[in-house]
């Protein structure tokens, strides 16, 4: 079975860090690029941050370059988001998902079930 899990959400104060993780399981991660997404509460589902198949690549959204960094570890089949300098606007929950390809208009293959991370005093 093709699954992606999300782990490594939780509260943090803000400017403090947390590292998500995307472990895949079924294929291996690095057949496809993988994003990260997040949802605010009454917002729409946003594009973090993604990676390229080979790791040579990332992409991120605006409101978190130089605070976000996304890696991938392939014998762990793993993707990871280091966040530093959180901030409220942050809060939300965070998805990863595999995709052909980096790029804001190509589709979603795999979509995990998402991580909670808050960033609150």
């Known amino acids: 079975q093709l699954q992606l899990v999300e782990s490594g959400g939780g509260l943090v104060q803000p400017g403090g860090s947390l590292r998500l993780s995307c472990t895949a399981s079924?294929?291996?991660?690095?057949?496809?690029?993988i994003g990260w997404f997040r949802q605010a509460p009454g917002k729409e589902r946003e594009g973090v941050s993604c990676?390229?198949?080979?790791?040579?690549?990332?992409d991120y959204t605006d409101s978190v370059k130089g605070r976000f960094t996304i890696s991938r570890d392939s014998p762990k089949n793993t993707v990871y988001l280091q966040m530093n300098s959180l901030k409220s606007e942050d809060t939300a929950v965070y998805y990863c998902?595999?995709?052909?390809?980096?790029?804001?208009?190509?589709?979603?293959?795999?979509w995990g079930k998402g991580t909670l991370v808050t960033v609150s005093s």
């Open positions: 998902a595999a995709k052909s390809s980096c790029g804001t208009r190509v589709a979603v293959n795999y």
């Open positions: 079924g294929f291996p991660s690095n057949y496809y690029a």
């Open positions: 990676i390229s198949r080979s790791g040579g690549t990332t």
